[in-house]
T-cell receptor, first 112, second 112 residues
Framework: ETGVTQSPTHLIKTRGQQVTLRCSSQ?????VSWYQQALGQGPQFIFQ???????GRGNFPPRFSGLQFPNYSSELNVNALELDDSALYLC???????????FGPGTRLTVT | LAKTTQPISMDSYEGQEVNITCSHN???????ITWYQQFPSQGPRFIIQ???TKVTNEVASLFIPADRKSSTLSLPRVSLSDTAVYYC?????????????FGSGTRLQVQP
């Protein structure tokens, strides 16, 4: 139990639709990162938010966007869904200056 | 990006010591090395983190040579429950500017 929760657990969407995934971090964790994990692959870094501002981004297009809120919750939004967006989406939170990230259980997104 | 290379898989027996090596030739001065463990259908779990020389905690040791171009995760006396995928992660979490890269991971199978 990491104290990081994600919703929903599973989601099925159609190509072209938009989706919002949610993450609730531990209290006091002011940094949150989002990762995409395809089946059999390692997690791929999407972006990181620190105090409600994006301060790092991986090799993902702008249709992947995020928000972080003062109450330690965050969102990952994906527009114009593609079949290749089908994956497990993980959020991870940590305290400032700490390298120990606490991962949530993930949201399994299927795009048909 | 700090690319990492690990063996795809390793086999061991209960009670043995397991050493998993990660290569990260283009590690930057501000990068730290972090190892995570992941079980199926779960988010990764932090194991250990270091910058140089040796770090030890209650579950593992991390050996980092002076040139920092590789690192070795050492798991003493593994058990069946250590069967999982192990990821080496290199990056500068403080800024997020160097995107955090999980490699493909090492699938460790522990046999009775």
């Amino acid at each position: 139990e990491t104290g990081v929760t994600q919703s929903p657990t599973h989601l099925i969407k159609t190509r072209g639709q938009q989706v919002t995934l949610r993450c609730s971090s531990q209290s006091g964790h002011n940094t949150v990162s989002w990762y995409q994990q395809a089946l059999g692959q390692g997690p791929q870094f999407i972006f990181q938010y620190y105090r409600e501002e994006e301060n790092g981004r991986g090799n993902f297009p702008p249709r992947f966007s995020g928000l972080q809120f003062p109450n330690y919750s965050s969102e990952l939004n994906v527009n114009a869904l593609e079949l290749d967006d089908s994956a497990l989406y993980l959020c991870a939170s940590r305290r400032d200056r700490s390298y120990e990230q606490y991962f949530g259980p993930g949201t399994r997104l299927t795009v048909t | 990006l700090a690319k990492t290379t690990q063996p795809i898989s390793m086999d061991s027996y209960e009670g043995q010591e397991v050493n998993i090596t990660c290569s990260h030739n283009n590690i930057a001065t501000n990068d730290y090395i972090t190892w995570y463990q992941q079980f199926p259908s779960q988010g990764p779990r932090f194991i250990i983190q270091g910058y140089k020389t040796k770090v030890t905690n209650e579950v593992a040791s991390l050996f980092i040579p002076a040139d920092r171009k590789s690192s070795t995760l050492s798991l003493p006396r593994v058990s069946l429950s250590d069967t999982a995928v192990y990821y080496c992660l290199v990056g500068d979490l403080d800024t997020g500017r160097r995107a955090l890269t999980f490699g493909s991971g090492t699938r460790l199978q522990v046999q009775p």
